[in-house]
């Protein structure tokens, strides 16, 4: 007589053998990059297709030099330096960017994902593969669906969200809304992604959720056509006032 | 440098539970030791969010079994073959332990039921998941988890007879 755990166990009684924790962390770096290496990975190309027929190539033939100052978003743990101008453009977001004051720290930079915070406010500027289907009932976690083709309204309608207020915007000289948001109360299920804080989860790059946390304001923009492409999610602790993040969004222009 | 020891335990610590639940879950030890290699390279990736998660464990335990999931759906097709001709062969010489017999034939039997209620079974019964903590890694609802859970116990009884005699009802906790 045998019950299904000592079958289970007897099932997974299988050679184990030990992780290649250097592999999963040489992989993983491969992957973060590859978006990065692609573009370099194309101009080394170039070069050497240019070394390669360098007899026959005239000067002009060879890639373009880029003129413009601006530098590549620092690595995470990096702090962006006032007044100079930063290009998202590597990982695939089409923005400059320039702090107005001190303090502003990457926290991640990643493909579609740029985090910057200071002390506790945060912008995250970023482009989202899927978002996380809020659910019929709130107390069950939900599935990952497809970006709807009117992210507008599906964050002004997420039930669980409150939208505190939208505003007209101009974001990289575009017409775009700010939708101010809080966590719906009371939350009744929050998902294990949010740490034992109470959040709720809107997007996904890849395979990182974005959330907006119970405690926290958070402003979202985006285009007002609420055409899917890159977003900016803000966030704030509640009653907190926005205007150093306003000034980082202002600082936004076309990459 | 820290937070790279902790990352190394977290993989160390984590590995030999993943092979054995995906070994349950896929049937197949190697392809088992395989996705949770890949599960680790997912915890590197994301290691900023996992680190801070309450309960790590579960993140990566939902992570491999979607991968597997994933995978199985992938290689349907293959599998079956393979499956095939494992049975016309005869058995490799390993397999005269009664224990190794015993092991191969559960999976097999866990390979035959419904993927969501193999998974279930597993995260129940083997991760001592609650059935709430199971809804959430399933991403379905707790009665769909005792639902599955009582059907998966129930197949697993006719197909293995007498052996689960004792085995719980549909809704242990």
Request: proline residues 8%; aromatic residues 4%; neutral net charge.
């Amino acid at each position: 007589m045998t019950d299904i755990r000592e079958l289970l166990e007897r099932a997974s009684d299988v050679p184990v053998g030990l992780p290649d924790v250097v592999r999963a962390r040489r992989e993983a770096a491969v992957r973060r990059r590859r978006r990065l290496t692609a573009g370099v990975g194309l101009a080394a190309a170039m070069i050497v297709a240019a070394g390669a027929g360098a007899v026959t190539l005239r000067p002009e033939a060879r890639p373009p030099v880029s003129e413009r100052p601006s530098h590549t978003v620092p690595a995470p743990g990096g702090e962006l330096v006032v007044g100079r101008e930063y290009s998202a453009g590597p990982v695939g977001l089409p923005w400059l960017l320039t702090a107005p004051r001190a303090g502003w720290q990457v926290v991640a930079r990643e493909d579609g994902w740029v985090s910057l915070h200071r002390g506790e406010q945060r912008v995250n500027l970023q482009r989202w593969t899927a978002v996380v289907d809020p659910g019929s009932d709130p107390s069950t976690p939900a599935d990952e669906q497809p970006l709807p083709a009117d992210l507008l309204t599906w964050i002004t309608t997420h039930p669980r969200l409150d939208v505190t207020g939208t505003t007209d915007v101009v974001v990289a000289g575009d017409p775009w809304v700010a939708v101010d948001v809080t966590v719906e109360r009371p939350l009744r299920f929050t998902p294990a992604e949010c740490a034992g804080r109470p959040c709720v989860l809107l997007g996904l790059v890849g395979a990182e959720p974005v959330e907006v946390l119970a405690s926290e304001t958070a402003r979202i923009y985006l285009p007002r056509s609420g055409a899917a492409g890159p977003i900016v999610v803000t966030a704030v602790p509640a009653g907190a006032d926005l205007t150093r993040v306003e000034a980082l969004i202002a600082s936004l222009r076309k990459d | 440098m820290s937070e790279d020891l902790d990352l190394d335990a977290f993989c160390h610590a984590q590995f030999p539970r993943l092979v054995r639940l995906l070994a349950l879950h896929c049937g197949d030890p190697e392809l088992a030791r395989d996705l949770a290699q890949e599960t680790l390279v997912k915890v590197c990736l994301h290691w900023r969010t996992v680190r801070r998660l309450d309960v790590p464990e579960a993140w990566v335990t939902r992570v491999a079994i979607n991968q597997s999931v994933s995978t199985l759906r992938k290689q349907v097709t293959r599998s079956r073959t393979v499956r095939l001709l494992q049975d016309s062969a005869p058995p490799p010489a390993r397999q005269l332990d009664a224990d190794v017999v015993a092991g191969a034939e559960i999976r097999a039997v866990l390979a035959e039921l419904p993927e969501r209620q193999r998974a279930a079974l597993i995260l129940r019964f083997f991760c001592d998941q609650t059935v709430e903590q199971s809804a959430a890694t399933l991403g379905v609802s707790p009665s769909a988890v005792k639902k599955l859970t009582a059907k998966g116990l129930d197949q697993l009884r006719r197909r293995l007879g007498e052996v689960t005699a004792d085995m719980p009802g549909g809704d242990p906790r």
